[in-house]
């Protein structure tokens, strides 16, 4: 990601939310915008807590029979963004937190990510490499 997308993302999406949430509040009120807020924050929380301790057993799991856990390890950091999206007051936020809570929409996102690696690593634009750390 560049500085200048960043920098959109952080001035265009705030102002975006402020734009919907005015919008669900001269239609609902108040108090059913701050509900809605509220509620989705809440429950995005606990879905996101409850879905990354699944994955953190899924982890260990894999470890413990010797399994690299990346799967796990993709879904965790979705999972993660997700509750981040989700604990931001906003609408829009909230959708795409709860979309990367929904199990098949994190498998096509794993999908799309890893085909993304793939083509990069075969065009050469990005090199992978494993080196052992040396000592201290």
């Known amino acids: 990601m560049t500085l200048s997308f960043l920098i959109a993302l952080f001035i265009f999406l705030p102002l975006l939310e402020l734009a ?4 669900i509040y001269e239609q609902t009120g108040f108090w059913a ?9 809440v429950l995005g929380g606990f879905l996101a807590k409850l879905q990354g301790m699944q994955t953190l057993r899924a982890i260990r799991r ?4 010797g399994r690299m856990p990346a799967r796990a390890l993709m879904d965790g950091v979705m999972i993660l963004a997700a ?5 931001t007051p ?5 959708i795409v937190g709860f979309l990367l ?9 794993r ?7 793939e083509a990069r690593l075969r065009t050469g634009s990005i090199e992978a490499s494993w080196e052992e750390p040396g000592p201290d």
């Open 20 to 23: 919907v949430l005015f919008r």
């Open 33 to 41: 915008t701050f509900g809605l807020v509220i509620f989705t924050g």
């Open 62 to 65: 894999d470890l413990g029979c």
């Open 83 to 87: 509750g981040i999206l989700l604990a």
């Open 90 to 94: 906003g609408v829009l936020t909230d």
């Open 101 to 109: 809570l929904a199990p098949p929409i994190r498998a096509a996102v």
């Open 111 to 117: 999908r799309w990510l890893r085909a993304r690696f």
